[in-house]
């Protein structure tokens, strides 16, 4: 299986995503489960956007499911 390739849109969302769960986890801010797994789910979705526009759509979605839950992980709530 190829990996997919990840255009700029997606490693903003990442970086912006990264930077938000820091803050929250340093407790700056204090943020739900529930509404992080929202902030991971919007990043997923724009992941599986960009996907649609690949060729090998099914590695590139899997890749973006896989970082949902990376994201999920990072804050300690559970999947």
């Known amino acids: ?9 997606m490693k903003t969302s990442d970086t912006a995503i990264a930077a938000f769960a820091t803050v ?5 801010v204090y943020v739900d489960c529930t509404q992080m797994k929202s902030l991971c789910a919007e ?4 992941d599986m ?3 649609h526009e690949m060729a ?3 590695a590139c979605a899997k890749e973006a499911h896989r970082k949902y839950e990376i994201c999920v992980r990072q ?3 559970p999947i």
Request: glycine share 12%.
């Open 24 to 28: 929250v986890l340093s407790g700056l």
């Open 43 to 46: 990043s997923e979705a724009l």
């Open 75 to 77: 804050t300690g709530c």
């Open 56 to 58: 090998n759509h099914e």
């Open 1 to 9: 299986m190829q990996n997919c390739r990840i255009g700029k849109s």
């Open 49 to 51: 956007t960009l996907c």
